[in-house]
Structure formats: C-alpha cells, structure tokens
C-alpha cells in the first residue's frame, strides 16, 4: 500500500502530542526545543533557544545532545509542522517518553505574532 507524505503525517499527528505555539510560548518549562529544518532555514529565523537538529540526521544524533536524555522533555518544530510530526513520532519509537511538537511550526508561530531570533 503506497501513501503520500500528507497522509504519512496525518497519521503521525494522531499518535504525538501537539502544542500550539501560543500554548508553548506561555509555558515552555525546562523543554529542549528542537528544531528539524536545514541549517539555512534555521540561520534565516530561529526560535530563542532551539536547537539544530536536522530531520534527516535527528535518529542519529540526538543521543549526543547533552540534554537528550530519554526522560528529557522534547519539543520538536520546523516551517509548517509536518517535519516536526514525523520527528515526533520517530522520537516517541526511540523511546523519548516526553515529547511534543509546535502544531504549525515556525509559520503559525509567526503568524501569531510571536517572537523570533533573526540575523
């Protein structure tokens, strides 16, 4: 059975916690805030405090980041959300027990006015 990338994230999205950028902007806590695009995307406009990990190498390294540890609290965003999800839920199967995603991403974060570290 063949699924498209919309489909594939659609059902990521059911088994992963999501939070709205309002929600995590009022309340970030002690999270490690993750976020999955390309090094340029990432350089173009940040959230404060995140981190680059990059989708494709996220499984591989995540390990190395000090703060990474399996009982961590993890918060996964990238442009539109879809990234995120995915890197959610392949997190969640490495066994990250507290993990969520910025519902959205980077965009809605924007969208709602939010702030946002820019070169």
Not at 15 to 29: A, C, L, T, Y
Not at 48 to 54: F, K, L, Q, R, S
């Amino acid at each position: 059975m063949t699924v498209s990338a919309a489909e594939l994230v659609a059902a990521a999205r059911q088994r992963i916690r999501e939070v709205s950028p309002g929600e995590f902007h009022q309340d970030r806590k002690a999270a490690l805030l993750i976020d999955v695009r390309e090094p340029a995307e990432f350089a173009s406009g940040h959230l404060e405090g995140a981190v680059n990990i990059p989708r494709g190498v996220l499984e591989f390294q995540i390990d190395a980041h000090p703060a990474a540890g399996r009982d961590a609290a993890l918060v996964i965003y990238c442009r539109t959300g879809g990234r995120a999800a995915l890197a959610a839920e392949s997190l969640q199967r490495l066994g990250f027990a507290d993990v969520r995603s910025i519902s959205g991403g980077i965009e809605a974060w924007c969208a709602d006015g939010l702030p946002i570290i820019t070169p």
